[in-house]
């Protein structure tokens, strides 16, 4: 049995997302496939999180499992006992939305997510899988428009030193551009959400 944790980090209400459209319709998708595994959904907007509080960064970043019942771990302790991450994030000014920053900023603990070493950090998430849905307005297919995006690409990278490579996304651009039928660009995506998740 796997414990998915399902990260949403989009601050509209119930049923306006786009991209939560498309991340719950993978999740169906997962649970039909995947029925005795154990879902967690983490609304970034309901969890509490906040900025790493004044004065405690150095607590914090130096802490280990041993400190699973410091409430300012809860976050990093419940990321490193998931399997399969699912992150539901639109691209914000070409990045990730800052509350998806304040939550990577309490996962990030060394000790729990990674660990220091001779040769330099290393991760700690071992042999776990995630995927980033990723919903932007705007068309980053050419070589360009790619250099500047750093939402998905900031969230690879960022799993990746937690030691998370097995990291896919599914991005779905151009849903802000008025030459587009919207509906049509998310019924797609749901479609290739709910495939992508029988493999997942
Ligand atoms: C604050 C803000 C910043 C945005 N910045 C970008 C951006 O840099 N590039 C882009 O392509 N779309 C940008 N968008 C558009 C959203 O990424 C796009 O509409 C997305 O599909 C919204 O997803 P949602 O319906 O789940 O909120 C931005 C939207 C907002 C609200």
């Not at 029925?35 to 004044?54: A, M, N, T, W």
Request: net charge negative.
């Amino acid at each position: 049995m796997s414990k998915v944790l399902y990260i949403k980090a989009d601050a509209k209400i119930e049923g306006e997302s786009r991209t939560v459209r498309i991340a719950d319709s993978f999740i169906e998708s997962y649970k039909k496939n995947n029925p005795e595994d154990e879902i967690i959904e983490l609304d970034l907007y309901e969890s509490g999180i906040q900025f790493l509080p004044k004065g405690k960064v150095m607590e914090m970043r130096g802490a280990g499992m041993n400190d699973k019942n410091n409430p300012l771990l809860k976050f990093a302790c419940q990321f490193a006992e998931a399997d399969k991450y699912v992150i539901a994030e639109p691209i914000w000014n070409l990045g990730i939305p800052a509350i998806l920053k304040a939550y990577i900023d309490s996962v990030a603990i060394g000790g729990i997510t990674f660990r220091y070493t001779e040769k330099g950090p290393v991760g700690l998430c071992l042999n776990k899988k995630a995927i980033n849905i990723i919903t932007r307005g705007g068309d980053y297919s050419s070589e360009f428009k790619s250099s500047l995006e750093m939402a998905d690409k900031y969230l690879r990278n960022i799993f990746g030193f937690m030691g998370i490579t097995d990291f896919t996304s599914i991005a779905v651009d151009r849903l802000d551009m008025i030459t587009e039928d919207t509906e049509a660009l998310l019924n797609k995506a749901m479609e290739q959400a709910r495939e992508t998740a029988l493999a997942f």
